[in-house]
């Protein structure tokens, strides 16, 4: 079984969690995600299987969209609800909303974010929040960020309502700290869900529940095909050519001017053999193979 599964994802349950649950329902050991969920977090979360894993570090490229509440005037250690409580703001003062959507507008474009220590970033082989666990804090590379749209939702003091389209690597509960230092207080998560991975949006996700109705009846159609996730350009070869790069032989075409950095490559009936690259000028090799 190979594909795409687009998840909603309950509270509660970590990413692997669910990548074990989906293993058992469909009887397959090759399963991936791509692009970890909080386990506090709810939402959209895609599932790779079978030879779809391949697809997975392009997957975790995706621009992604979240709603979330920020609470105004609470500073806890994992910047959530769910933290340490370390400070509250007795003398937080009510803000307008005019002053909520300036500070929310002041975050469009790139900048840079340093993850928090409650996170799964990797740094010398050990994860942050298990060096956090232990009351270790450990310093960290600011990365870039882009955030292409924010937007106020609903304005309750002191909780604020966000949308926000985000490019990988944003941390939430980092922007929700942020939004509170910005307003000249503290500020931490109160929830979170993912609503869209690129092509994929919680409209049209399925809950474990529903996939394991769904294959015991025998019904796949929550198993999508690789370009209806992942939009690609296409070319064409016939079967000789087919033939060629399924053994790893490069194969020379009239002209890749137009071609961009990867592509799907597909046989005379349009199924889709691989991902291809550009190998040298006008010289094409399968790059990761899909059937």
């Known amino acids: 079984m190979n594909g795409i599964i687009n998840i909603l994802k309950p509270t509660g349950m970590t990413s692997h969690d669910v990548v074990s649950r989906i293993r058992r329902i469909i009887s397959q050991k090759k399963v991936g995600h791509a692009g970890t969920l909080d386990p506090n977090a709810a939402g959209v979360l895609i599932i790779c299987a079978g030879k779809g894993t391949k697809l997975s570090d392009y997957l975790m490229a995706f621009d992604k969209e979240y709603v979330f509440h920020v609470k105004l005037g609470l500073l806890t250690d994992t910047f959530d609800i769910y933290g340490k409580t370390l400070h509250v703001d007795e003398n937080m003062k009510e803000f307008s909303i005019e002053e909520i959507r300036n500070v929310l507008d002041g975050f469009l474009g790139e900048s840079y974010q340093t993850p928090p220590m409650y996170s799964a970033l990797k740094v010398n082989g ?8 232990s009351n270790i804090e450990i310093e960290r590379k600011k990365r870039r960020i882009c955030i292409d749209r924010i937007e106020l939702l609903e304005y309750e003091f002191p909780y604020v309502k966000v949308k926000v389209k985000v490019s990988k690597g944003t941390y939430i509960r980092t922007l929700c700290y942020d939004i509170g230092e910005r307003l000249g207080t503290c500020g931490t998560m109160e929830n979170l869900v993912r609503t869209v991975t690129k092509t994929q949006a919680i409209e049209d996700s399925y809950t474990l529940e529903e996939i394991e109705n769904l294959y015991r009846l025998g019904d796949l159609s929550f198993l999508k095909k690789y370009d209806e996730v992942f939009n690609l350009d296409s070319i064409m070869f016939d079967d ?42 006008h010289l094409i090799k399968i790059k990761k193979r899909l059937i």
Do not use: Q, T
């Open 126 to 133: 050990k994860k942050l929040y298990e060096y956090a666990r």
């Open 240 to 281: 000789n050519d087919i033939d060629k790069l399924k053994n790893g032989i490069k194969v020379k075409i009239k002209d890749s001017s137009s071609l961009k950095d990867i592509f799907y490559i597909r046989d005379a009936k349009g199924d889709i053999l691989g991902i291809g690259e550009k190998s040298d000028e």
